[in-house]
């Protein structure tokens, strides 16, 4: 059975940092892109960034560059999100997704087939 476990979420202040990480198990990802989408209360879910499954594509919103950075460990079948400059509008749950096939770090929802239950980030102002 695979699962992507999230973990690291919580309170933070604004321009604080958070750390996300998500574990799978059940199967490898090594040459599936990996992704984190979020979801803020009363709005739809919505593209974070991807990452490809070797690792050395990226994909970001556009609104997040520069605050916000992927990466994967496959030696461990993890990925991970750096959150710097927290923003009261980050808060939201994040949620990590998975490919069952494919390399490209797509930012369509649609393309991804495994997801985790979500990590609560919340950001006061």
């Known amino acids: 059975q695979v699962q992507l476990e999230e973990s690291g979420g919580g309170l933070v202040q604004a321009g604080g940092s958070l750390r996300l990480s998500c574990a799978a198990s059940g199967r490898t990802f090594r040459n599936s892109a990996m992704a984190w989408f979020r979801q803020a209360p009363e709005k739809a879910r919505e593209f974070v960034a991807a990452i490809s499954g070797r690792g050395d594509t990226t994909n970001y919103a556009d609104s997040l560059k520069g605050r916000f950075t992927i990466s994967r460990d496959n030696a461990k079948n993890t990925v991970s999100l750096q959150m710097s400059s927290l923003k009261p509008d980050d808060t939201a749950v994040y949620y990590c997704?998975?490919?069952?096939?494919?390399?490209?770090?797509?930012?369509?929802?649609?393309?991804?087939?495994?997801w985790g239950q979500g990590t609560q980030v919340t950001v006061s102002s």
């Open positions: 997704a998975a490919k069952a096939s494919g390399n490209w770090p797509d930012i369509i929802s649609d393309a991804y087939h495994y």
